[in-house]
């Protein structure tokens, strides 16, 4: 059993940055692929940004790739995603999750994350 906590999220103005953080419990936290999605109402929860478990492989939503980073530090079970140059259609709840042995194929998929943080809105301004 993982439980995943994010923070970081608030309100900015467009240009500019937030670090969304995630705490994992456990011990085994180094096992999981991680992965950043995001939500706005009505819509399906999409892809953001995925990492696998050693971090050496990072994927990304098109639109955000050279505008956000994803990063781990598994010796403080935490995960990261620096989002700069902040956009409004950036705007969303955005949700840490986990999965246990995930490969790197199946980092973007939703569907095979077994762990899911409970979301922290994000809301960028024009």
């Known amino acids: 059993q993982v439980q995943l906590v994010e923070s970081g999220g608030g309100l900015v103005q467009a240009g500019g940055s937030l670090r969304l953080s995630c705490a994992a419990s456990?011990?085994?936290?180094?096992?999981?692929?991680m992965g950043w999605f995001r939500q706005v109402p009505g819509k399906e929860r999409e892809f953001v940004a995925a990492?696998?478990?050693?971090?050496?492989?990072?994927n990304y939503l098109d639109s955000v790739k050279g505008r956000f980073t994803i990063s781990r530090d598994n010796a403080k079970v935490t995960v990261y995603l620096q989002m700069n140059s902040l956009k409004p259609e950036d705007t969303a709840v955005y949700y840490c999750a986990a999965g246990l042995y995930l490969q790197s194929k199946d980092i973007t998929l939703a569907q095979r994350y077994d762990y899911w943080g409970q979301g922290t809105q994000v809301t960028v301004s024009s």
């Open positions: 990492i696998t478990r050693g971090g050496g492989i990072t």
């Open positions: 456990g011990r085994t936290f180094s096992s999981y692929a």
